[in-house]
């Protein structure tokens, strides 16, 4: 996924680089638009960071992104490594739509039927960052959190493809009621 291949890189960088990465993108690089200050003030974990740019650009636009920003920093080598496992990656997410379709065709019958959300917002967590973790976590009602969850899977496929990967190992019976025999074991 390219949310975890962002995150393995950004992991790399030391504070001082992690300062002037975000630096580059409240510059904004080549066609993609700043990001204002304030937002990535917000996103002090670079979980948040990755967050954020998936958010934003979505995950192929997000890696390609990181891709430059690495090239202006003059780290070429870590550039030319995370722009050959996006290409890896990128084809199997195009490729794996199923659990998209599914985390929109059900988002009603989700919302009232799922009941270990906590375990599906631990599995998201790297993904949401740690404040919109605990504003599920915070949630009274299994529904309540899972309007919450759903509110955060604006993010693009990635994010909806990670529930659904989810949704398989925390509620199977579930998705399997939903969507019948179609559903991998």
């Known amino acids: 996924m390219v949310s975890v291949l962002l995150l393995k890189y950004l992991e790399e960088l030391g504070k001082k680089e992690m300062d002037k990465f975000k630096w580059f993108l409240a510059q904004g690089v080549d066609n993609y638009n700043k990001i204002p200050h304030g937002i990535l ?106 309007r919450v969850l759903y509110s955060f899977l604006s993010g693009g496929a990635t994010i909806k493809e990670k529930f659904y990967e989810s949704l398989l190992k925390n509620e199977l019976y579930l998705v399997k009621d939903l969507a019948g025999d179609s559903v991998p074991h």
């Open 41 to 146: 003030e917000d996103a002090q974990s670079r979980e948040a960071l990755v967050s954020t740019l998936i958010s934003k650009y979505e995950p192929d636009r997000a890696g390609r992104l990181t891709v430059l920003v690495f090239r202006k920093m003059d780290k070429n080598f870590p550039a030319s490594q995370l722009e050959s496992d996006l290409g890896k990656v990128s084809t199997t997410v195009l490729s794996s739509s199923k659990g998209v379709t599914f985390v929109d065709k059900y988002r009603v019958e989700l919302i009232q039927r799922v009941r270990l959300v906590d375990p599906i917002a631990d599995d998201l967590k790297p993904l949401i960052g740690d404040e919109k973790y605990a504003n599920i976590r915070s949630s009274r009602t299994s529904q309540d959190k899972m």
